[in-house]
C-alpha cells in the first residue's frame, strides 16, 4: 500500500519529479536523461499502469484521493496529497485534472527488434469484431514530428486503426512528453515505437524486414491512395513526414512507392495528424 502524506512547501524536493512542467525545453532534456514521464488525469494515469509502467509517485489534490484510492492501495509508490494552489506553484499551470503520476520510463527497442515483435502480433485476435480486420503487418514511420499534440493525435490514429507499431526518426518530438500522452488519450502506451539511430539509413533495417515503404506527399506525381493496389497494404510501413515541410527529399527517395491523399476545393494537403487517421483508415485490411 503506498504512504500517504501531506506536502505543504512547494519546495519540498520530494516533489522534484512534477517542478517546471510547463518548461518544454527543460522537460524535453530532464526527462528521458532521468528515466520518468508524467501522466496527467486518472484515464491516463490507469493506462499506463496497465501498460506495465512502473510509477514513481503521485501528486494528488485532496478530491482525487477516493477516486484514485484502488491505484493508491495496489501500488507501492509514495502518494503526496497538496492542495490546488500548492501543485499550480510546483507545477507552473493549473492542475483542473487533479491527478499527476511520475512513471518510470521502459528500455526501447531498436527497430530491427520491434518489427519482429509486429510480426509477431500480426495475427486477428479470435474473437475480434468481426466488421474490422487487423490482421497484416501495417507499421508507421514518422519523419521530423516536432509538435507533441500532433504526434499524440497520430499515435491515436495509430492505436485506433491498427498499425502495429511506430518507428520514429532521431528529430522526433518524445511520445511521452506530457502534451502527447494528453492528446493521446494514453494511446501512446498501447502502440509500440521506436527511434532510429541513423535517418534515413534506419530505413534500411524496414526494407530488410520485407516492409513496403509508401511515403505520404501531397506530390501530383504520387499515386492517389484509392488507387493503389490494397495488397500493397498487407506488409506496408506507411511514412509521413513533419508538419511544415513533409517527408525530407531523402526519405521520398528512400521511399518505394509514393501516395497521396486526393484532395478538392483547392486544398493541397491535411493537417500530418489528419493525414495520419486517413491513411492509416485507407490501407487497413479487408474482410474478404
Known amino acids: 500500500m503506498a504512504d500517504l502524506i501531506t506536502v505543504e512547501d512547494p519546495d519540498d524536493p520530494r516533489l522534484r519529479d512534477y517542478t517546471g512542467l510547463t518548461d518544454v525545453e527543460l522537460r524535453r532534456k530532464r526527462e528521458p536523461a532521468e528515466g520518468l514521464f508524467i501522466a496527467e488525469g486518472e484515464k491516463v494515469i490507469r493506462r499506463a499502469r496497465d501498460a506495465g509502467y512502473e510509477m514513481r509517485s503521485m501528486l ?76 497484416g503487418q501495417r507499421v508507421a514511420i514518422f519523419e521530423g514530428f516536432v509538435d507533441h499534440a500532433n504526434l499524440g493525435a497520430a499515435f491515436r490514429s495509430a492505436a485506433a486503426l491498427g498499425i502495429k507499431a511506430i518507428l520514429l526518426s532521431p528529430d522526433c518530438a518524445d511520445p511521452l512528453y506530457r502534451r502527447a500522452i494528453k492528446v493521446s488519450m494514453g494511446a501512446v502506451f498501447s502502440v509500440p515505437y521506436a527511434r532510429f539511430d541513423a535517418w534515413p539509413a534506419g530505413l ?53 512507392e509514393w ?30
Open 60 to 135: 494528488l489534490s485532496a478530491k482525487w484521493v477516493d477516486v484514485m484510492r484502488d491505484v493508491i492501495d495496489e501500488l507501492p509508490a509514495p502518494v503526496y496529497a497538496v492542495s490546488p494552489e500548492l501543485a499550480e506553484r510546483v507545477t507552473g499551470y493549473h492542475v483542473h485534472r487533479g491527478a499527476l503520476a511520475s512513471m518510470q520510463r521502459k528500455p526501447l527497442p531498436d527497430a530491427a527488434e520491434l518489427l519482429q515483435a509486429a510480426r509477431r502480433t500480426a495475427a486477428p485476435e479470435p474473437a475480434g469484431d468481426p466488421a474490422r480486420d487487423d490482421a
Open 204 to 256: 534500411d533495417v524496414v526494407r530488410d524486414a520485407g516492409y513496403d515503404i509508401l511515403a505520404m506527399t501531397p506530390d501530383e506525381k504520387a499515386t492517389p491512395l484509392d488507387e493503389l493496389n490494397p495488397a500493397r497494404f498487407e506488409k506496408s510501413a506507411i511514412m509521413l513526414g513533419s508538419e511544415g515541410h513533409g517527408l525530407s527529399t531523402y526519405a521520398l527517395r528512400a521511399a518505394d
Open 259 to 288: 501516395v497521396r491523399i486526393p484532395m478538392s476545393a483547392g486544398i493541397d494537403s491535411l493537417n500530418v495528424a489528419a493525414a495520419s487517421a486517413v491513411a492509416f483508415y485507407a490501407t487497413r485490411p479487408r474482410l474478404a
